[in-house]
């Protein structure tokens, strides 16, 4: 099974690209972020087409997440079940998170704040952010072992994630706040699952579009897939598809892809 998240930076603007990537991956599950669209405009029938039933939560012009389920792995009709939107107990008006049970995995997708600066309000905002998600994984959790949170955590959680280490060390997206916020998801039991196998150096899933960052590959590692310990013994490979950023209008992310074994 081949679980993949993917920040599209637009779904109306990336819908093309989005179905030749489907067609062309066939995976099963897909967590998208910054989908940028409300939800009577969310293209689902035309992903329905392409053979996915989707959920999704979104709002105009900013955020949004959606997961998408490829339809041949499901043995109901109702592929995508016990959706839920938000965080638990967290009033906000954000649209970032979605949860949904596909083939008796939970799936989280989010889209963390960006955090703009250190320091900021908004980087407040996201440091409260991660603390009650993180308390909402830990109840997720108890109740569904085989678990998988994805998304774009907008945090490179080491140096090797960071195409400059020196350059960015403390700012957004890189200091030692956001990475401890990131460790902590992990000591809920969650595995990093691009990091359970042997990569080669200087991997990242975004680059900013200007000054020329995706050709001289100046990017981050901020889109990760995490599993839950039930599920670390099936992780069979752990890849980023560097390829989608090539092209024309492409995101400034990659998707960011496990495989389970059966």
Same mark, same amino acid.
């Given at each position: 099974?081949?679980?993949?998240?993917?920040?599209?930076?637009?779904?109306?603007?990336?819908?093309?690209?989005? !179905?030749?990537?489907?067609?062309?991956?066939?995976?099963?599950?897909?967590?998208?972020?910054? @989908?940028?669209?409300?939800?009577?405009?969310?293209?689902?029938?035309?992903?329905?087409?392409?053979?996915?039933?989707?959920?999704?939560?979104?709002?105009?012009?900013?955020?949004?997440?959606?997961?998408?389920?490829?339809?041949?792995?499901?043995?109901?009709?109702?592929?995508? @079940?016990?959706?839920?939107?938000?965080?638990?107990?967290?009033?906000?008006?954000?649209?970032?998170?979605?949860?949904? @049970?596909?083939?008796?995995?939970?799936?989280?997708?989010?889209?963390?704040?960006?955090?703009?600066?250190?320091?900021?309000?908004?980087?407040?905002?996201?440091?409260?952010?991660?603390?009650?998600?993180?308390?909402?994984?830990?109840?997720?959790?108890?109740?569904?072992?085989?678990?998988?949170?994805?998304?774009?955590?907008?945090?490179?959680?080491?140096?090797?994630?960071?195409?400059?280490?020196?350059?960015?060390?403390?700012?957004? !997206?890189?200091?030692?706040?956001?990475?401890?916020?990131?460790?902590?998801?992990?000591?809920?039991?969650?595995?990093?699952?691009?990091?359970?196998?042997?990569?080669?150096?200087?991997?990242?899933?975004?680059?900013?579009?200007?000054?020329?960052?995706?050709?001289?590959?100046?990017?981050?590692?901020?889109?990760?897939?995490?599993?839950?310990?039930?599920?670390?013994?099936?992780?069979? @490979?752990?890849?980023?598809?560097?390829?989608?950023?090539?092209?024309?209008?492409?995101?400034?992310?990659?998707?960011?892809?496990?495989?389970?074994?059966?």
């Amino acid at each position: 099974m081949k679980i993949a998240a993917w920040n599209v930076n637009s779904l109306n603007v990336r819908l093309p690209r989005l !179905l030749a990537w489907l067609e062309r991956q066939t995976p099963d599950i897909v967590c998208l972020q910054e @989908t940028k669209c409300e939800d009577h405009r969310f293209p689902q029938e035309a992903l329905l087409e392409a053979g996915y039933r989707s959920c999704f939560h979104g709002q105009k012009t900013y955020n949004g997440v959606a997961i998408l389920a490829r339809r041949e792995i499901q043995i109901t009709e109702v592929p995508i @079940t016990e959706v839920c939107c938000g965080i638990a107990d967290y009033d906000d008006p954000q649209a970032r998170v979605i949860a949904a @049970t596909v083939a008796q995995l939970r799936v989280v997708c989010v889209y963390v704040p960006n955090g703009q600066s250190v320091g900021s309000e908004k980087f407040e905002y996201k440091m409260q952010w991660c603390r009650r998600l993180r308390r909402y994984l830990e109840e997720m959790l108890a109740q569904y072992p085989k678990l998988i949170v994805a998304g774009d955590f907008n945090i490179a959680p080491d140096d090797r994630d960071v195409y400059d280490p020196g350059a960015w060390r403390g700012q957004i !997206l890189c200091s030692d706040e956001e990475r401890a916020a990131f460790r902590s998801f992990l000591s809920l039991g969650l595995a990093d699952s691009f990091r359970l196998f042997e990569q080669p150096p200087n991997v990242f899933s975004w680059w900013d579009y200007r000054q020329l960052g995706f050709a001289k590959n100046r990017g981050l590692r901020i889109d990760h897939l995490l599993v839950s310990e039930a599920l670390r013994p099936q992780c069979v @490979t752990g890849t980023i598809d560097r390829d989608e950023r090539k092209g024309e209008k492409p995101s400034d992310h990659a998707p960011v892809m496990v495989t389970l074994s059966e």
